[in-house]
């Protein structure tokens, strides 16, 4: 299985021999791969649609490991049981529907849990509800596809309060990536937020100043 450069920055963080649960698995293509280079000895896809996990089945059996990955009709984490994963993947959704699956898994709430997630949106409201919920954010990546830039993040949870920078949920552990495309990808996104302050200049002045003050957060990080 060859793994677009997405996945594979999703994968690259899976801790080796672990339990995993690809959630929003789609075509599986994340297990069928941790499964054929040894990373796992099984997995779990689960999804929410029956198209995916028809067309997963077909792609697990194609790869000949119907006998070692499982696959779950479900939302989120519904049909997963802690004792069944210890790493947990959830790529290529939005930012707040990955931060509403981790709040439906009150389980994930251990400290030998493994969370990756792969933002495809908001990822500053996923690192919100993580940093608010007593997750730590230990490293994130950025990994370019198609001439896109994304981030994925190493999350564990402690239940610990901390005090972070401000605008923190903007940028997380990027700054300290040591990927030549986390600058690129804080530029990125400073611009956007700047575009988006000047649209809303006159309709909204008080968010546009928000928005002006991020991308400075973020221009100030990458001129270091
Ligand atoms: C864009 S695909 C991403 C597939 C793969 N994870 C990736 O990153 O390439 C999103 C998948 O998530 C599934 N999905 C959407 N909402 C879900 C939910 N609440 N629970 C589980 N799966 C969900 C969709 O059916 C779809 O297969």
């Known amino acids: 299985m060859k793994l677009s450069p997405r996945l594979k920055a999703a994968a690259d963080e899976v801790r080796c021999g672990k339990k995993i649960a690809d959630i929003g698995t789609d075509h599986a293509h994340l297990p069928i791969y941790l499964v054929e280079n040894g990373i796992c000895t099984s997995a779990i896809g689960s999804d929410l649609r029956e198209g995916p996990i028809a067309n997963a089945k077909i792609n697990i059996a194609n790869a000949g490991l119907s006998d070692r990955i ?10 997963v049981s802690p004792d069944e994963a210890d790493d947990i993947i959830i790529a290529g959704m939005g930012g707040i529907l990955i931060s509403e699956l981790i709040e ?3 389980w994930l709430k251990d400290k030998e849990k ?16 993580l940093i608010q919920n007593g997750y730590r954010i230990e490293k994130e990546n950025v990994c370019e596809d198609a001439g896109r830039l994304y981030c994925v993040m190493s999350v564990y949870y402690d239940g610990e309060e ?6 923190y949920e903007y940028y997380g552990e990027i700054p300290a990536c040591k990927s030549p495309l986390a600058k690129e990808y804080l530029i990125r996104l400073s611009d956007r937020y700047i575009r988006d302050a000047g649209n809303m200049r006159c309709a909204d002045p008080k968010r546009a100043e928000e928005l002006y003050s991020i991308a400075d957060t973020l221009n100030r990080l990458t001129a270091k």
């Open 70 to 79: 499982q696959l779950r009709l479900a939302s989120g984490l519904d049909k």
């Open 104 to 106: 439906k898994a009150d």
């Open 114 to 129: 493994h969370l990756v997630l792969q933002p495809q949106s908001h990822a500053e409201i996923l690192r919100s509800y």
């Open 162 to 167: 901390r005090t972070y920078p401000a605008n």
